[in-house]
């Protein structure tokens, strides 16, 4: 006789809202060189930089063509997360906008409209915490919601994700390649400096800090420093420090022969990365005699990629989040008053 199983009492629980699609957020670049003014006015609006400080920051991009590469990394991901969906039964649409450049998000978003989407999960390409790199995003959907009005989805934001194995797991792999071609080699973790103002009121510096433990840690307790890079604000203005080209100058002075630096602020290659570090912090080394090696991003790794699925897993299980945003967190700072240098940082 077949054994008869005892009857399982099913426990009421809280019902989760059903998301409907999953929407890539990014800060957009230009791809010609046409694009590239419109792009840093964009960035800038409402700002008062003179023209010739744009033009200063438009040659980074004309040194490479005029091209940002963070699109094609966004279609990059997109295209790589959409098997990975679909292999877990996850049939969400998804979509991309970014804050300054084509496709914008207020356009993604009438485009959603126009699909019947009604709730959408959002993931930023930013692992951080800060107001450039989290709550602007939020600012962001909330305005193109009101400009859509009524039948604007709901959003919600994916947690951070900058202690996650996913995350965590490709950096240390990347550092380990790179030291593998620079035995020795001092290593300097870096990130984009933002000013204290944002620092003081954000978890910035500490999630960086615990993400440079664990990815020297993972790759068996390598000794490091944290840097920061691609300051952009006025002189009066205090930022976080030290100048990644001033460690490189250090690093020098004690003695070392070559440097690994690892961009553990930044998921993919965008232009601080290609400029500021693979341009200008390279040229500095080459300067001072120093080998220099650049680790890899997460960009699109395997177990990144795998990430994304399992935050959006994780929200739709209805997982709390251990450390969520609070309503008052990274508020946006003060401006100073322009003195003709750049804004607070893209933190793509």
Request: glycine share 6%.
């Amino acid at each position: 006789m077949p054994v008869r199983l005892p009857r399982l009492v099913k426990h009421p629980r809280k019902s989760m809202p059903t998301y409907d699609a999953v929407l890539v957020l990014s800060f957009g670049g230009p791809e010609q060189p046409a694009d590239v003014m419109p792009f840093l006015e964009n960035v800038l609006r409402g700002r008062n930089v003179p023209r010739a400080r744009m033009e200063e920051v438009a040659e980074h991009y004309h040194h490479f063509g005029g091209r940002s590469p963070i699109n094609d990394q966004c279609r990059a991901l997109i295209a790589a997360l959409r098997p990975e969906l679909d292999a877990h039964g996850l049939r969400l649409p998804i979509y991309w906008g970014n804050r300054n450049w084509h496709p914008m998000l207020a356009d993604t978003m009438r485009q959603m409209v126009k699909d019947g989407v009604q709730r959408a999960l959002v993931f930023v390409t930013s692992a951080y915490s800060s107001y450039s790199a989290c709550r602007q995003y939020q600012e962001d959907i909330e305005r193109a919601r009101m400009a859509i009005g009524i039948g604007a989805p709901i959003f919600e934001k994916l947690r951070h994700f900058n202690s996650h194995p996913g995350f965590i797991t490709p950096n240390v792999e990347a550092l380990q390649a790179a030291l593998a071609r620079a035995p020795g080699a001092a290593v300097l973790f870096t990130a984009h400096s933002i000013p204290m103002e944002m620092a003081r009121t954000s978890k910035y510096v500490e999630q960086l800090e615990n993400a440079a433990r664990l990815i020297a840690a993972g790759a068996g307790g390598i000794a490091h420093r944290l840097v920061y890079q691609s300051r952009s604000g006025p002189p009066q203005q205090p930022w976080l420090e030290p100048d990644i080209l001033k460690a490189i100058d250090e690093v020098k002075a004690a003695g070392a022969t070559s440097v690994v630096v690892a961009p553990i602020g930044f998921i993919s290659d965008h232009m601080e990365v290609l400029y500021d570090l693979d341009y200008e912090a390279a040229g500095r080394a080459r300067s001072l005699g120093l080998g220099f090696v650049r680790a890899a991003t997460a960009s699109t790794h395997p177990r990144f990629i795998a990430m994304i699925r399992e935050l959006i897993e994780e929200r739709i299980a209805g997982v709390p989040e251990a450390d969520p945003c609070r309503q008052d967190c990274c508020p946006a700072p003060i401006r100073p008053p322009s003195t003709g240098h750049a804004p607070p940082p893209p933190a793509q």
